[in-house]
């Protein structure tokens, strides 16, 4: 279909595979998750899909009333949309009930995606979340410096970052300078990810991705 799919970060572990090497691999659990709203570009200037997926026990009345409209039940944690690059490939019903077709299949708003539905065994695909965060960290952790020496006298510049730049001309540190400073908690896609093994609930891919146990994980076909 669409491509595109939402779940929650899972354990790592390893397989083996056919040839009997072993592959790390971690799970992303996709249950439940629900094609919340469908836009086209003549009622919203753009197509996409909104998904929603994981559960929590209290959630505001704006998302409830929209949740309640397509026909969910469940109160659910995340919701994220999804712009659709090839429109003129989709068909946006409109009609008794909201949804969107590709061929054969067809989708409508307030039914629970599979992941056999979206994603087959061997597909590859591009992960996205949030990385673990890990504070304010020098540049050796941070960026890899090799640090000061080791020998000769040397006793408290170890970890240093050295010289920052030219002294009078510019007279200053150049913007982009890689130095210490917070690290983690940014959005990282890991790309062309294999899908091992497709199960009810979620889906193993081989490798590892960013983010904490339980975070918001999205999927995309690779292209």
Sequence with gaps: MFGFLLAQKGEQSQKFNEKGK?????????????????HSSEKRGYAAVKLGMGTKRNIKEPLRGELKKAGIEASLRF????????????TFLQDEKVGIAQGENTLYVGTELKPEQVFKVGDMV?????????????????????GGPKTHGQSDRLRAPGSMGQS?????????????????????????????TITEDGLYVKGLVPGVKNCLIEITQHT
């Design 22 to 38: 072993r592959i790390p691999t971690t799970f992303l659990k996709t249950s439940p998750c629900y094609l919340v709203d469908v």
């Design 168 to 196: 009078t001309t510019p007279g200053r540190t150049y913007k982009g300078k890689r130095m210490a400073g917070r690290m983690g908690g940014e959005r990282v896609t890991v790309k062309n990810l294999e899908i091992v």
């Design 79 to 90: 919701l994220k949309e999804k712009k659709l690059q090839n429109e003129a490939s989709y």
């Design 126 to 146: 591009d992960v996205a979340g949030i990385s673990k965060g890990k504070g304010f960290q020098g540049v050796v952790k941070r960026h890899g410096f090799a």
